[in-house]
């Protein structure tokens, strides 16, 4: 099978080689690829950004990627074969596992895979994964109440434009945090209103807005200090 690899960081170092096809384990389904995303954990990883984070003993070369969508080809003891054929969503843990999904064959355990609806185009669903789930687990983590006010800060982006349509979905008051030229993105995403990153005071930006600041912040622009003069005196 194809995979993309990198034997030592550095982008420039990326390549797409031929290797042995996977099998799958027990509890664990054999996924012909259809598509795959390239995220910025992606170039992390190829930079060596994250080297320090790999598992130890781990060695070179690495296959990136977190997400595909595709068909189930083969299964492992303990799957019920019935799923071959079947249109799946696929998550990798890639930190613990080191199966990158950026390749033509990936063997997943079964509780890494759901069902895809075949009308969903294979591009965009492979963004659910890695970036829908962390806008879903930062939401879990607030702890917020419908009526409660939330800025996210780049609320355009891959894991902010998820984390501002399950907020509104939710009955949260979304102020999105964005580049000047982004804000009818994240109002049509869901946000009731939007300010400039770029604003010299970020905090009374959103404070004008909403008086005292917001109940909480999720913080996916990675903005840190500026974004925190956002949330209210006992906030999240």
């Known amino acids: 099978m194809k995979a993309v690899q990198v034997g030592e960081f550095g982008v420039d170092q990326i390549k797409v080689v031929e290797v042995a096809d996977p099998w799958p384990g027990h509890g664990e389904v054999l996924i012909a690829t259809g598509a795959a995303t390239i995220n910025p954990a992606d170039f992390a990883v190829t930079t060596g950004a994250v080297a320090a984070r790999l598992p130890w003993g781990s060695a070179p070369p690495y296959t990136p990627g977190w997400d595909l969508v595709g068909r189930i080809v083969a299964t492992g003891d303990g799957v019920d074969p019935a799923v071959v054929g079947s249109r799946i969503l696929g998550f990798s843990l890639w930190f613990e596992s080191l199966r990158g999904t ?54 355009s982006g891959s894991v902010g434009g998820f984390a501002v349509e399950l907020a509104a979905a939710r009955g949260f008051t979304v102020i999105g945090v964005v580049r000047a030229e982004q804000k009818q993105d994240a109002l049509e995403l869901g946000a009731a209103a939007a300010v400039s990153a770029a604003a010299a005071d970020l905090g009374a930006a959103v404070r004008e807005i909403i008086p005292g600041g917001a109940d909480a912040l999720l913080d996916t622009a990675s903005i840190a200090g500026p974004a925190l003069a956002a949330i209210r005196d006992g906030g999240k």
């Open 102 to 155: 950026q390749a033509s064959l990936v063997a997943l355990p079964i509780g890494n895979v759901v069902p895809a609806p075949d009308g969903l185009p294979s591009a965009q669903l492979t963004t659910v994964g890695l970036n829908g789930l962390t806008a879903w687990r930062g939401l879990a983590d607030l702890k917020l109440a419908a009526g409660e006010t939330l800025a996210i800060t780049g609320a």
